[in-house]
């Protein structure tokens, strides 16, 4: 199967800071990808559709001003978390579909574990 | 109407029995259900998927059962193994427009060996 790769696979902040996380589809383009956040023993929630090209669609509840997306290209995008608070803190993964009409199945990156301190 | 309902939250199996995990889904524009399996700390990775054009779909040990009419899949993991142990979720989504995935609550499995 194709390969997501997300990293870091970890990280941690201070309060306050930014932290950018990478989500790159590796054998593949990719013109959609999208942000999910997961906390424990919870299921995924998804945060944002990142379009090549384009501004990202937020879903509601997500605030797009401290929750940065950008796809830059067809195998990139990224998600930067602005001024980060201990409450940010959760797992954030990403996931990507090939490019072409109809394709269905969506691929996951390995997730990044985000600690704000 | 986006909603994906999922049980049992969570179940335990003896090593080499049969694991069901059952789902429903209210939007009948939805073609398009996988199956992930999550282990700890890890992304969720594609087990199975199906459409609705189909009643049921096999592979390996894991199988699919859908049923269009009462809007309900379901999940079975057959001669399951203290490996399959995981976290599952099923989801589901439209092949068109923006093919957003919607997930079930989850399903923490534990099989005993």
């Known amino acids: 199967g194709a390969v997501v790769s997300q990293h870091p696979s970890w990280v941690i902040c201070k309060s306050g800071t930014s932290v950018k996380i990478e989500c790159r589809s590796l054998?593949?383009?990719?013109?959609?990808m999208f942000w999910y956040r997961q906390f424990p023993k919870q299921s995924l929630m998804l945060m944002a559709t990142s379009n090549e090209g384009s501004k990202a669609t937020y879903e509601q509840g997500v605030e797009k001003d401290k929750f940065l997306i950008n796809h830059a290209s067809l195998t990139l995008s990224t998600l930067t978390v602005t001024s980060a608070h201990p409450e940010d803190s959760s797992f954030y993964i990403c996931?990507?579909?090939?490019?072409?009409?109809?394709?269905?199945?969506?691929?996951f990156g390995q997730g990044t574990r985000l600690t704000v301190v | 109407q986006q909603q994906v309902k999922q049980s049992p939250q969570s179940l335990i199996v003896q090593k080499g029995g049969i694991s069901i995990i059952n789902c429903a889904y209210e939007?009948?524009?939805?073609?398009?259900f996988p199956w992930y399996q999550q282990f700890p700390g890890k992304g969720p990775a594609l087990l199975i998927a199906i459409r609705p054009d189909v009643s049921e779909k096999k592979e390996g040990r894991f199988t699919i059962s859908f049923n269009k009419s009462a809007k309900q899949f379901s999940l079975h993991i057959m001669d399951s193994q203290p490996g399959d142990s995981a976290t599952y979720f099923c989801?589901?989504?439209?092949?068109?427009?923006?093919?957003?995935?919607?997930f079930g609550q989850g399903t923490r499995l534990t099989i005993n060996p």
């Open positions: 989801a589901a989504s439209m092949r068109k427009g923006a093919q957003k995935l919607v």
């Open positions: 939007n009948t524009a939805f073609d398009y």
């Open positions: 054998d593949f383009q990719a013109t959609t």
């Open positions: 996931s990507a579909r090939r490019s072409g009409a109809l394709a269905t199945e969506a691929f």
